[in-house]
């Protein structure tokens, strides 16, 4: 299984970026794939989930309102709209899956992970 993000850059303070997610080496139909960030000497954060098969979404009260998974994603490609970004926001953003429906936002639910992409909120 391979994951890999991109979107990542600079962005001010109340901008945007939209992330994307690419999955491979699987073939189920149902699988969920869930969003995390960490922050320099922070624990990794889990932001939003999304489960592929019946777009059912899940989010963070941290960037509820202001975070949006599409469910008009690309095959194997998931997307991540981030609207309003925050300096304390910075940090390397990544993107798991596992099998399961999108309960959890608990990294160790998730079973592969990418490399992340990194996001720096500064004006």
């Known amino acids: 299984v391979q994951l890999v993000e991109s979107g990542g850059g600079l962005v001010q303070p109340g901008g945007s970026l939209r992330l994307s997610c690419t999955a491979s080496?699987?073939?189920?139909?149902?699988?969920?794939i869930a969003w995390f960030r960490q922050a320099p000497g922070k624990e990794r954060e889990g932001i939003a989930c999304?489960?592929?098969?019946?777009?059912?979404?899940e989010y963070a009260d941290s960037v509820n309102g202001r975070f949006i998974i599409p469910n008009d994603n690309a095959r194997n490609t998931v997307y991540h709209e981030m609207n309003d970004l925050k300096p304390d926001e910075t940090g390397l953003y990544y993107c798991?899956?596992?099998?399961?429906?999108?309960?959890?936002?608990?990294?160790?639910?998730?079973?592969?992970w990418g490399r992340g992409t990194q996001i720096t909120v500064s004006s």
């Open positions: 999304i489960d592929v098969s019946d777009s059912n979404t």
């Open positions: 080496g699987f073939s189920n139909s149902y699988y969920t």
């Open positions: 798991e899956v596992n099998f399961l429906p999108c309960l959890s936002l608990n990294s160790e639910e998730y079973d592969y």
